[in-house]
């Protein structure tokens, strides 16, 4: 196959050698390497990479001391905080298979979780207890671990956020299903057998909209993790000497495979970011000093116009990338101008990924850059674009479907073999693509340039946002006919959710009916998923078949943005 990309790799290398190990023998692997580099950093408490190792078999002992066997599945709904990435490693040492969601996520959405992945076992926040509490998944939770955010803090910092947020925590009632992730822990032996699972096995589900627009459990295995993180690092050249800031989400295939594992795969240190504010932000740049940073172009806006920055060195930072939605270009040049005005030299570049392939999957060379490319394949990754609809690559500078091919692409989707079928297919050279459902083109050089989503879905705050969830929530509001879900452009969130609707009485069109419509998708949905305008129409476009069209909203409201 072509692969023109090479050229501009530098000293990354063209392909790896990736181990056949488990995640958890591999993050082993590289506490035997460096045992006493640290691996995480939480608002000031560390750990090691040889204290990680250790906190990471106490849990699994727990976890198998409640009962939890190969091929079982635990639902992780934890922000990036220390417990949920032991966690999520602990289950792989015991071949537990973890579920990763927001653990924001509304009551519905979870219980849909836990009858998708049939977990009995559920480790999420003190704070989120009474979502839990009240569900009833057709396989009863049999426990709720629950951590808290003071767990991992500094005595003083401990008091600091009980007195501004943990006092405000309901106390959590008699529950018999109810253990404390901490004392559970504590309380469980050092050690253990040897791990469980070999590379090609299952190592998490995490969940995105696949190529029909709502979301699907995607089954990712040890080899896929491996591989997209040992790459991520090579392309930086991260090593232990390099600190990345994890304010990416670990539910999000960017900040756990990035973020966290990368860092893990190459010995750097992670500080974990459980909540992202621009303020939280901001003082952990000044005082954390991170090497890398990654995030969604929404973070950089938000940077570029924090004025405490405007005092800080920010000549620390070496690399910048920007992923998960495409990054405007007067973001890129107002966090340019910032790090430049303080002392700094790099540039926000821009890369592409998908759950699918746990995460970024090319990116722009640190000494390259190509105005409005997301870059070039990472090693061992090929990519081609393919005219829609067929698996025949297209010419080079025609417009078609990004495919890729390579280690880091999932297994499939969670009993779905249909849609898995529909996105990994195999082509005339005998390998298996992955059709991503992202129209792009490439140059001679052998850049790639997304250009539109060709599956529905909207980016808000980097997060997917799949429009028929929200729409089936819509119609079950007593009041909606009809409904079509729509992103509109943002200046915070670079796109918002707005619902387009018809009512069945339209009288009832106004203020309180669109407050009311609101109210039951917050009910229902996590945050981001939720309209944030409503627009009552006596009728909405339709199809020559009858559907609504969707792509005729569109069009309008970007003809009135365009207006503006």
């Not at 509304?106 to 009858?115: F, I, K, S």
Request: net charge neutral.
């Amino acid at each position: 196959m072509d692969r023109p990309w090479l050229r501009f790799y530098g000293t990354v290398p063209a392909s790896i050698d990736y181990p056949r190990v488990t995640l958890y023998e591999a993050v082993a692997a590289t506490a035997a390497r460096t045992p006493d580099a640290i691996a995480w950093d939480f608002f000031g408490t560390r750990a090691t990479y040889r204290e990680l190792v250790a906190a990471i078999d106490r849990a699994a002992a727990a976890l198998a001391g409640l009962g939890l066997q190969p091929g079982e599945r635990i639902l992780i709904a934890m922000p990036t905080a220390p417990a949920g990435v032991i966690a999520f490693y602990a289950a792989n040492r015991l071949g537990v298979l973890p579920a990763l969601i927001h653990p924001l996520s509304a009551p519905p959405e979870v219980e849909r979780y836990l009858d998708m992945t049939g977990a009995r076992v559920a480790l999420t926040l003190d704070a989120f207890y009474a979502t839990f509490a009240k569900l009833a998944p057709k396989r009863p939770l049999e426990a709720i671990l629950l951590s808290s955010i003071g767990d991992d803090l500094s005595p003083l910092k401990r008091l600091g956020f009980w007195a501004t947020k943990g006092r405000k925590i309901p106390p959590v009632p008699a529950d018999p299903r109810v253990r404390r992730w901490k004392d559970l822990v504590r309380g469980a032996p050092a050690g253990g057998g040897p791990a469980v699972g070999a590379t090609d096995d299952p190592a998490a589900i995490l969940f995105s909209g696949g190529t029909t627009g709502s979301p699907k459990g995607i089954v990712l295995t040890n080899r896929n993790f491996i591989a997209q993180g040992m790459a991520a690092a090579s392309w930086i050249g991260m090593t232990d000497a390099d600190s990345i800031l994890a304010v990416l989400p670990i539910f999000h295939g960017f900040g756990l495979g990035v973020c966290v594992n990368a860092a893990f795969m190459s010995g750097g240190r992670s500080i974990l970011v459980p909540q992202f504010t621009p303020q939280i932000v901001a003082k952990l740049l000044r005082t954390a000093k991170p090497s890398l940073l990654v995030g969604v172009p929404t973070l950089y806006d938000a940077l570029s116009k924090d004025a405490s920055l405007a005092r800080v060195d920010l000549s620390f930072l070496r690399a910048c990338f920007s992923g998960a939605d495409t990054l405007p270009r007067p973001v890129k040049e107002r966090f340019e101008a910032l790090v430049a005005a303080r002392g700094g030299s790099v540039r926000l570049l821009e890369g592409y990924g998908l759950t699918e392939a746990v995460t970024g999957i090319m990116a722009m060379p640190l000494s390259e850059y190509r105005e409005g490319s997301i870059g070039v394949p990472f090693p061992d990754v090929d990519a081609k674009i393919c005219r829609v609809g067929t698996t025949d690559e297209a010419p080079v500078g025609e417009e078609g479907e990004i495919c890729l091919a390579g280690p880091a692409v999932m297994r499939g989707y969670l009993d779905d073999p249909e849609a898995t079928a529909e996105t990994l297919k195999a082509h005339a050279d005998g390998r298996t693509w992955l059709h991503t459902g992202d129209l792009g083109r490439r140059d001679a050089d052998g850049f790639f340039y997304f250009v539109v989503r060709a599956k529905r879905m909207i980016k808000s705050s980097g997060f997917n946002v799949y429009p028929a969830q929200v729409e089936a929530v819509l119609y079950t509001h007593a009041q909606v006919a009809e409904a079509c879900v729509i992103g509109v452009p943002d200046e915070a969130q670079v796109e918002r959710v707005k619902a387009v609707v018809v009512l069945k009485n339209p009288a009832d069109a106004g203020e309180a009916t669109a407050e009311s419509i609101v109210a039951h998708c917050r009910e229902r949905l996590i945050k981001w998923s939720c309209p944030r305008e409503v627009e009552f129409r006596a009728e909405l476009p339709k199809t020559r078949v009858g559907k609504i069209d969707f792509r005729a909203l569109m069009a309008e409201q970007a003809a009135k943005e365009a207006r503006r």
